[in-house]
């Protein structure tokens, strides 16, 4: 028999539905010998398995030289010549050993000259695209996307002039769309994004065919040009994450069969003027959010009847916002709109999704909001609304997720907030809100994000949040609670995030955070809670984050008899406690997260129907509904910041502030992405591991105020991000390195050490007298040292220096959502 495949496709008409590709006839033809593939296809077939042979590709793993060819795993035969018409392949993703392919030029798939069906994504190729691509002149549809291919798409791919659909995204190709694209008459969708093409507009310009083309997450700089009017089959344009200039391209809006456009985060700029676009449009969604655009809020929009999804967050637009009353999502944040909350938007009745966030709005939340029966999004923050949570929005029963942070409102957290029974996130943080965490709030069986965090709120954590299994995130950070941590996770709750840092917290550490299995970020710092250090929570695999740091915390770090993996551990600060012991040479050896590469999964979001993709950002890789930042605070001469994301490149280690003595263990040098050491104010003696010049993108340095001896290994000059160094107050000696690394340092940050020297370009340019070994110490006219926490080096990363620290659950896929509008 032969496999029958189909293929499914989403499809847009006057409305959006699935389509599949029917299955080929399973109707078999015996040949005389008994089978229907013919022998020079099965060779091909072969050769190619000889290509995978071993690299983990389970399809071809499963062929079999006694069975017909047509019969295999992803193989599909015309019925009646006996030719390969498709070939589907695909990954053993629960194979380990899974290895890259490069495809030969000589490979039997170009054999397969009949092929009209062609899947390989998700197979780790890699290299270059060979120009044998050209054989397969049959092609109707060709899938290559989520490999490594890298280089540019060869000429001879316009041999497959009889393609209908093309998808090359999620690799590494580059240069300009070929000329040779010309030939693609029958070429309806276009899918090239997540790569690096750079140019190739005017080819693109002549697919006269294409119904979706989507360029997103590549380098394209070009204006789109007044001749894409020319597409005039043209439903979705998607060229998301680019760098497109100009004006808004008005020439899409004249194609009347334009159904999507989506051209956020480029560099359009200008106003929006939308006056000739025609009542006729069968426009249903817009997004141009994080551009350039300025003005007045496009008024003419409301002329679009099929209008259901608006995006023009992350601009200038300002003025008044017009009725626009087919919408479902409309999302303004990050723009100049001031005055009162917009009466206009109270009339939108079948809206959804509405994100007002950052502006200046302000005044009091109206009655008009409860009107909203089918909104489950609502975000109003940061803005500067006052008063009280207004009653009407409790009203909106169908509400999922709602944000009010960042305004002014005050008084206690409102009871009526449990009539809103399908809650999965709320955020009320950084407002005035007095009282105590009611206990009603437990009730919530389906809350998966609750801040209350920067408020007045007093009393104690309720004991009955141990039974709130569904809980993903609690931030009840900088309040006044006081009392115990109640024993959470009992049941082995989903809770991945825990800040009740900055609190008046006392006792220990419930034991039951040993079943927090998700948990990812524990911030218990600015507290007063007296334990030991909680080694059972090594055992954690998830957790990236722990902040033990200003508690009464004591005794060993190390402890021989127990567990210390932290295999995940990408951030550890237990400053600022009592901390005391030496660490034997190993101590850093499991705390392998510390020492790898981060490199993202994927870069783009632009296919509305694909999943939600992992962010550079710690905690931004949120579903719908996770949203607030997990944030940690440092004091910044001598002042307490707050800072707002950091990458999930950044890793840290802060010790400061104990007891610690002995040697610094070796094996500090094996976390080669430690960007951040701080080991300042104990008693560690010794000299300076030379294993220090390993870690290669170490940024901040701090071995200040301890016993330490000996050189200063000179390897150290060679680390070319080390930007803030301090060896102050030891009893360090020898030449100082004379790298820019060293010298464009403050002199303070050597001071206390007299047997250094090759210090006086360092002092000179700070103009302070450096003492020798024949001069006094006490005639050096050194400034008083400032006191700098170590995070305040480090938080903004990226190219420059550091400028705070926050892990923040940043709430950016909730747009996606809108695929579902229908």
């Known amino acids: 028999m032969i496999r029958s495949q189909s293929y499914c496709f989403l499809g847009v008409t006057s409305i959006y539905f699935f389509f599949c590709l029917l299955p080929l006839p399973n109707t078999t033809f015996a040949t005389p010998t008994g089978f229907l593939c013919r022998s020079d296809q099965r060779d091909a077939l072969l050769e190619l398995k000889e290509d995978f042979n071993d690299k983990g590709v389970a399809t071809t793993e499963l062929w079999n030289k006694s069975a017909d060819c047509c019969s295999w795993e992803g193989v599909t035969c015309d019925t009646n010549l006996g030719e390969v018409i498709s070939l589907v392949l695909g990954i053993d993703w629960l194979n380990s050993n899974a290895r890259m392919i490069s495809l030969k030029p000589s490979s039997g798939l170009f054999k397969l000259q009949h092929l009209n069906h062609l899947d390989l994504s998700y197979c780790y190729l890699q290299g270059e695209i060979p120009s044998s691509i050209g054989n397969l002149s049959h092609l109707t549809f060709l899938d290559l996307s989520y490999n490594q291919l890298v280089g540019e798409i060869p000429d001879s791919i316009g041999n497959l002039n009889q393609l209908g659909y093309m998808n090359l995204a999620g690799n590494g190709l580059r240069g300009n769309i070929p000329t040779s694209f010309a030939n693609f008459t029958k070429l309806s969708v276009l899918k090239l994004y997540r790569n690096q093409f750079t140019g190739g507009d005017r080819v693109i310009a002549n697919l006269t065919s294409l119904s979706f083309i989507d360029l997103s997450s590549n380098h394209f700089k070009f204006s789109i040009a007044a001749r894409l009017i020319g597409l005039h089959n043209l439903e979705r344009f998607i060229v998301t994450k680019n760098s497109f200039v100009g004006p808004f391209p008005l020439s899409l809006l004249m194609i009347p069969s334009i159904r999507l456009i989506l051209l956020d985060q480029n560099q359009f700029e200008g106003p929006i003027d939308f006056s000739n676009i025609s009542s006729s449009s069968n426009l249903e969604m817009l997004g141009v959010g994080d551009n350039n655009f300025k003005g007045l809020f496009p008024k003419s929009l409301s002329k679009l009847p099929n209008l259901y999804y608006l995006d023009i967050s992350g601009n200038n637009f300002s003025g008044p916002i017009p009725k626009l009353p087919s919408l479902y999502f409309l999302y303004l944040s990050h723009n100049n709109f001031s005055g009162q909350f917009p009466s206009s938007i109270g009339k939108l009745h079948i809206l959804r999704n509405l994100d007002l966030s950052h502006n200046n709005f302000n005044g009091q939340v109206p009655s008009s909001i409860g009107k909203l029966h089918n909104l489950k999004y609502l975000d109003l923050s940061h803005n500067n609304f006052r008063g009280r949570v207004a009653k009407s929005i409790f009203k909106l029963v169908n509400l999922t997720y709602l944000y009010l942070s960042h305004n002014n409102f005050k008084g206690r957290v409102p009871r009526s907030l449990s009539k809103l029974v399908n809650l999965k996130s709320l955020d009320l943080s950084s407002n005035s809100l007095q009282g105590t965490i009611p206990q009603w709030i437990c009730n919530f069986t389906g809350l998966e994000f609750l801040d209350l965090s920067n408020n007045h709120i007093t009393g104690s954590v309720p004991q009955c949040l141990k039974n709130s299994t569904y809980i993903g995130k609690l931030n009840l950070r900088n309040n006044s609670l006081s009392g115990f941590l109640p024993s959470l996770c009992m049941d082995g709750a989903f809770l991945e995030s825990l800040d009740v840092s900055h609190n008046n917290l006392v006792g220990k550490l419930p034991k039951s955070l040993i079943n927090c299995k998700n948990m990812e970020f524990l911030n218990v710092g600015g507290n007063k809670i007296k334990d030991t250090f909680p080694f059972r929570l090594g055992s954690l695999g998830s957790l990236k984050v722990l902040v033990l740091r200003s508690n ?206 090759g210090l006086e370009n360092i002092c000179k340019e700070n103009n302070v007298h450096v003492p020798t070994s024949h001069q006094p110490e006490e005639s050096s006219s050194e400034p008083e040292e400032p006191v700098v926490n170590w995070i305040a080096a480090a938080i903004a990363f990226g190219p420059g220096v550091f400028c705070g620290l926050v892990i923040g659950y940043i709430f950016t896929s909730y747009k996606h959502e809108w695929f579902m509008a229908r």
């Open 552 to 757: 009464a915390f004591y005794g060993p770090i190390y402890n021989p008899s127990a567990y210390f993996g932290f295999p995940s551990l990408r951030i550890i600060d237990i400053s600022n406690n009592n901390f005391v012991g030496s660490l034997p040479q190993n101590y850093f050896a499991n705390w392998t997260e510390m020492s790898l590469v981060w490199r993202p999964l994927s870069d783009s979001y632009s296919e509305p129907e694909g999943p939600i993709l992992e962010s550079m950002y710690m905690g931004d890789d949120v579903f719908i509904g996770f949203g607030g930042p997990d944030s940690i605070d440092l004091v910044y001469k001598g002042v307490d910041t707050d800072f707002v994301r950091i990458l999930k490149a950044f890793k840290a280690i802060d010790f400061s502030g104990n007891r610690l003595y002995g040697d610094i263990p070796g094996s500090i040098g094996l976390l080669s992405e430690l960007r951040l050491l701080n080991l300042s104010g104990n008693t560690f003696t010794g000299s300076l591991p030379p294993s220090l010049a390993n870690i290669t993108n170490l940024e901040t340095l701090d071995l200040s105020r301890n016993n330490l001896s000996g050189k200063i290994p000179q390897g150290l000059g060679k680390l070319s991000s080390l930007s803030n160094i301090n060896f102050s107050h030891n009893h360090l000696e020898g030449l100082v390195p004379q790298s820019t690394q060293f010298s464009t340092q403050k002199c303070y940050s050597f001071m206390d050490n007299p047997g250094l020297y």
